[in-house]
């Protein structure tokens, strides 16, 4: 599944230890979700986009995007 995902675009499998993610999310204090702390925050220790439809994490988070 991650190989066709792969060919459509940009997408790569994440190499960011979990620890450093963690860390990342106690930091954003937009949210008290936990999950979109730690998605947010994987994309923050990856320096990479985040493909969402969260309005929420769109407004906060400069790197989410909804194409």
Request: charged share 30%; aromatic share 6%; glycine share 2%.
């Amino acid at each position: 599944m991650l190989d066709s995902a792969r060919r459509l675009g940009d997408l790569r499998q994440s190499t960011a230890v979990f620890a450093e993610v963690v860390e990342a999310a106690r930091m954003l204090s937009w949210t008290r979700d936990p999950i979109d702390r730690l998605v947010t925050a994987h994309a923050i220790a990856d320096g990479a986009k985040l493909l969402t439809a969260d309005a929420t994490i769109r407004a906060h988070f400069k790197d989410a995007v909804w194409d």
